[in-house]
């Protein structure tokens, strides 16, 4: 018996705008007083009306852009309809069959593409909280969240094991904070994942497919990897006992528990949810151009994949070039600093990343340090290579004929001279400039 | 002097220029006579309780500085679906019984700017469910021309409050029919802004894409005044047009309709239409071209298939709409809807359920588009076209019981040009049995100074505007 | 084309739910009826053919309305105002019966 698990990420994740996705309210919600930052539109009242948050969208098709995804010429927002305490409209207004991006991928470390569905926006609702008043069990409801602007990530169940689900949120998660869209802080659910898992099983009997489901409540990379396992593990047991394979009515919703690291089911629903969307007669739809498109390409960052890869071809090794990346007063550090006198990019990189240079103190005075570059007074080397040149005219007279190797003779002279403490690349340098001179 | 009911808006502004009477003075009066009516007609739904403070400041700002403003001590009778701020607003409906709106709406906030008063709130199909007020969880308004009949809908008690002499000035809103059908039924003068000419924030919506506010008055011209005031972008909507408005009241200007073109709808004489109404509307045709009209008979889709596009349409985004009416942040519980906003809530939920959507709601969608198309085409060659507003006069009360499409029939010419987004005027065009008939002068979009001009010019050249003697009631 | 479905009570009863309204016993039936006359005069548009005809959902043709990312306090509710017109509030909160949407929760 051979099994493979199939696994799909959605990623919601909170954008950083000033302001709400159809209002101007505030978007920074985290730690306000309840009902605070709410207007008419995002509270539901009636008479309300939304209004598209213009660099919403622009960092919705930046995310799109950065995932190489279309971005969709024609697009529109829709309604998507359910009652709940915490959606103040009775309805949400996402994106159902024209969103802003679809088909774009990411590429994991293995070279494996993991493709992306579609990159879309909608708006957050309120927040739930249970409680008890005076004896009854209650919900209390705060509105602040309400109509902040998200953008929803959803890959194909192209991930087969919880180690590329990892690695996939990362990459994610990395990009995201790259572009400067979000903090993409997982604790304060700015950065929200479902992951939905089943599992192909190749037997004697042929191929099967366990039923769909759709994990909930998963705050960290870590849960999801604890979640996506217990759940194969799960699924298998479950099919090796009922042989229930998938079927369009048959997905289900559970719940992950962080400290008996399980997952549990949530309400069965009897039958699927109707949001019966319609497109959202209250805002125009919308049409991009390629000149627009472009433009807000040329916006975007250099993101992660790009600057790992500018830093090795500059000489850096993958592991640091990768630590640098991660870091960006790191990476400042490191490109202030690279350009300087006797410094070497690749050692450089190595002392910062390994933290045995302190970022926040002088840089090259603690590389010399560090690399004991020995002696790098430029005049008192000066004089030593003029004294080398002067001492050893048959061999300057090779080099002009052409026997640059001969630079070599050079240096290990001025080393020898210098007991070994002068800086090789500026006696290089220095050599190179006299000879090139005279 | 003229009653003080009577007069237009211009007649109370020279009126207060020339220090015949106060805007307290006509405020005043204007509270006698809805003291004396409107227990028997249920015009209003309830007063300003800040009306006489609001008329005693604007006095003095026409002391100090005159009438500055373009509807400065106009006392308006405002639709209960506007939110109005210090005045409870319910859209006749029990479930917002007692809200007191935390904003005010673009359109009355408009108003106020421009220096309006507010008398008080109409009342009018509860969430504007109808086209006859007799929807309304407060009881049906009456028609002050015959109080054993309607007034029409949705907005039959701003209709009514103009007819009845109860305010200078009214504000409803279509959503198809709800501000041509009162009017006419009314015997007064509305009119119905492009789509997206006014805008929608803070009117609680009924569908979302064909809500238009707009005015009710005693004359064209008035509608004309208040359009000005009303029209424009709102950043608050974002369905509203960027597209310049006009001065409206220009329309005054057209003296002939000499090179206009005018269709009359074929389709629109209904063949259940009485003969007597046939009649004025063929009489209205005339008219027009004596004035130097070139009128020609035109042909339309059928009115019945406007009847299903607009039903569609219209339940079905009306039940998302009401959604949000869960009694968690405002209001009371949806135990609270009534027969008709349930029947309209249930069948909108069906014909966007899954497996229905394609075969009713994207049905729709395509056949609106195709009466789209059809009105284009016939405004290459056509300023204007004309029809009657009702199949008939006003219905008695008791009639729209029980019928679960009452609504959507009696607006079936109107419906069409609803959905197109199109704009039109309702003038009065005659009588029979009593009662009102109206006409319809229906142009492109964004052509309302068109559409004016034609309605102002027919108006000020027959005698059809007319209002009934209240002490009879 | 689509075929004439008669309403059934079963529908109304699922429509219902849906709307999250209630209807009495009583009323199913009699609703059942109304739809389906509804239904009657809305299915009169298949006479119509609307093949190629796209649909039309924005009828004045705008496109691309935004609005700048600013935020505008003047718009911004007070807690108190928020909460207004609630009938149920508590702390600063609106209030509302536990929502059941987890086994855990119906314990």
Not at chain 1, 202 to 217: A, S
Not at chain 3, 29 to 39: I, N, P, R, W, Y
Request: glycine content about 8%; overall charge neutral; charged content about 25%.
């Amino acid at each position: 018996m051979k099994y493979t698990p199939l696994i799909g990420l959605e990623v919601h994740v909170e954008l950083n705008t000033l302001s709400k996705m159809f209002c101007s309210c505030p978007a920074d919600h985290f730690g306000k007083e309840p009902n605070t930052q709410t207007c008419p539109v995002c509270l539901g009242l009636p008479g309300a009306l939304p209004v598209p948050n213009k660099k919403a969208i622009e960092n919705c098709i930046k995310i799109g852009l950065s995932l190489n995804c279309t971005i969709n010429k024609l697009s529109k927002f829709d309604r998507k309809q359910y009652f709940y305490p915490d959606l103040s409209k009775g309805y949400q207004i996402s994106q159902y069959d024209q969103p802003f991006c679809s088909d774009g991928f990411v590429v994991l470390e293995s070279g494996k593409k993991i493709r992306i569905e579609r990159v879309h926006q909608e708006e957050d609702t309120g927040k739930l909280q249970h409680t008890i008043l005076n004896g009854k069990k209650v919900s209390l409801v705060d509105f602040n969240r309400s109509g902040v602007p998200l953008v929803e990530i959803v890959s194909r169940p192209d991930m087969e094991s919880s180690g590329e689900a990892k690695e996939y949120l990362k990459k994610i998660h990395g990009l995201i904070r790259a572009l400067g869209v979000s903090s993409a802080d997982m604790e304060k659910g700015q950065m929200r994942l479902e992951p939905t898992v089943n599992v192909k099983i190749e037997d004697d009997h042929g191929i099967h497919y366990t039923p769909l489901v759709e994990i909930k409540n998963i705050n960290s990379f870590n849960f999801a990897v604890q979640a996506i396992e217990y759940e194969v593990k799960r699924q298998l047991d479950e099919f090796s006992r009922t042989a229930i394979e998938k079927s369009a009515t048959n997905k289900t919703t559970r719940g992950y528990d962080s400290v008996k690291k399980t997952t549990f089911l949530q309400r069965t629903k009897e039958e699927a949810k109707d949001y019966r969307y319609f497109p959202e007669p209250d805002i125009p739809p919308f049409a991009l151009n390629d000149t627009y498109i472009d433009e807000l390409r040329n916006t975007l960052p250099l993101l992660p994949d790009q600057i790992i890869a500018a830093l090795i071809a500059e000489g850096v090794e993958p592991k640091y070039a990768k630590v640098l990346c991660d870091n960006k007063d790191s990476y400042i550090a490191y490109n202030h600093n690279k350009e300087k006198e006797g410094i070497d990019r690749a050692k450089l990189a190595s002392l910062i990343a390994n933290k045995k240079i302190d970022i926040g103190k002088d840089i090259p005075a603690q590389y010399q340090k560090l690399t004991q570059s020995g002696i790098t007074d430029r005049q008192m080397l000066e004089k030593v290579v003029a004294q080398i040149l002067a001492e050893n005219p048959s061999v300057v007279a090779d080099y002009k004929k052409g026997k640059t190797g001969v630079l070599g003779f050079f240096v290990g002279q001025a080393m020898k001279n210098t007991n070994g403490q002068a800086n090789p690349q500026i006696i290089s340098k220095l050599f190179l400039d006299l000879l090139s001179g005279s | 002097m003229k009653d003080l009911h009577t007069l237009t808006i211009d007649e109370v502004h020279a009126g207060y220029r020339n220090g015949d009477f106060t805007c307290t003075d006509l405020v005043r009066h204007l509270l006698n006579r809805i003291e004396k009516y409107n227990p028997k007609l249920n015009i209003f739904l309830r007063l300003n309780p800040e009306v006489l403070d609001q008329a005693a400041r604007i006095d003095r700002e026409i002391k100090e500085k005159g009438i500055n403003r373009p509807l400065l001590g106009i006392p308006f009778a405002i639709k209960d679906n506007f939110l109005t701020v210090g005045i409870e607003t319910t859209a006749s409906s029990n479930i917002l019984k007692g809200f007191m709106p935390q904003y005010e709406s673009s359109v009355t906030q408009k108003l106020l700017d421009a220096g309006a008063i507010f008398l008080g709130k109409t009342n009018m199909d509860s969430f504007a469910h109808g086209s006859s007020t007799e929807t309304s969880d407060f009881g049906p308004t009456l028609n002050p021309w015959n109080i054993e009949y309607l007034p029409g809908g949705s907005s039959g008690g701003s209709a009514a409050a103009i007819a009845a002499g109860l305010a200078t000035a009214a504000l409803g809103s279509e959503t198809a029919g709800s501000i041509r059908q009162p009017a006419a039924w009314c015997g007064v003068t509305g009119f119905k802004p492009t789509y997206g000419r006014a805008g929608r924030y803070g009117c609680i919506a009924m569908a979302s894409s064909t809500d238009s506010p707009g005015p009710i008055a005693r004359s064209v011209y008035d509608c004309a005044k208040i359009l000005e005031v009303i029209a424009g972008q709102d950043k608050f909507d974002a369905t509203t047009s960027p597209k310049p408005t006009d001065k409206y009241s220009a329309c005054s200007g057209q003296g002939s309709l000499a090179g206009m073109k005018i269709g009359l709808i074929k389709e629109y004489l209904l063949p259940e239409m009485r003969d007597d109404v046939k009649k004025l509307i063929y009489d209205s045709a005339d008219k027009l071209s004596s004035l130097g009209a070139q009128v020609e008979e035109v042909s339309l889709m059928d009115p019945k298939y406007s009847i299903g596009v607009y039903t569609v349409i219209q339940r079905s985004e009306v039940s998302s709409n009401l959604a949000r009416f869960d009694g968690i942040r405002f209001g009371h519980e949806r135990d609270r809807f009534n027969d008709e906003n349930k029947r309209r809530i249930m069948l909108g939920t069906y014909t966007l359920s899954a497996g229905y959507y394609d075969a009713y709601y994207k049905k729709a969608l395509a056949v609106r588009t195709k009466i789209i198309n059809e009105f284009a085409d016939l405004y290459k060659s056509y300023d204007a076209l004309i029809g009657a507003v009702s199949p008939g006069p006003a219905l008695k009360v008791g009639a729209s019981k029980d019928q679960p499409m009452f609504g959507e029939m009696q607006d079936m010419l109107l419906e069409a040009s609803s959905v197109a987004g199109l704009t039109s005027a309702s003038v009065p065009c005659g009588f029979v049995d009593g009662l009102p008939i109206g006409l319809q002068i229906t142009c492109d979009q964004f052509q309302e100074m068109k559409a004016l001009s034609i309605a102002h010019c027919f108006q000020k050249n027959t005698d059809f505007v007319k209002f009934p003697d209240l002490n009879s009631l | 084309m689509h075929k004439a479905h008669p309403i059934t009570s079963d529908d109304v009863r699922k429509i219902a739910k849906l709307a999250n309204l209630s209807v009495l016993p009583g009323e199913v039936d009699k609703l059942a009826g109304q739809f389906s006359e509804t239904v009657d005069v809305v299915n009169e548009l298949n006479e119509i053919d609307t093949t190629s005809v796209p649909e039309t959902y924005q009828v004045t043709n705008l496109v691309n309305v935004f609005r700048d990312d600013v935020v505008d306090p003047a718009r911004v509710l007070s807690q108190q105002q928020a909460l207004s017109q609630a009938k149920n509030t508590h702390n600063g909160f609106f209030v509302v019966p536990r929502v059941i949407d987890s086994v855990e929760d119906a314990l």
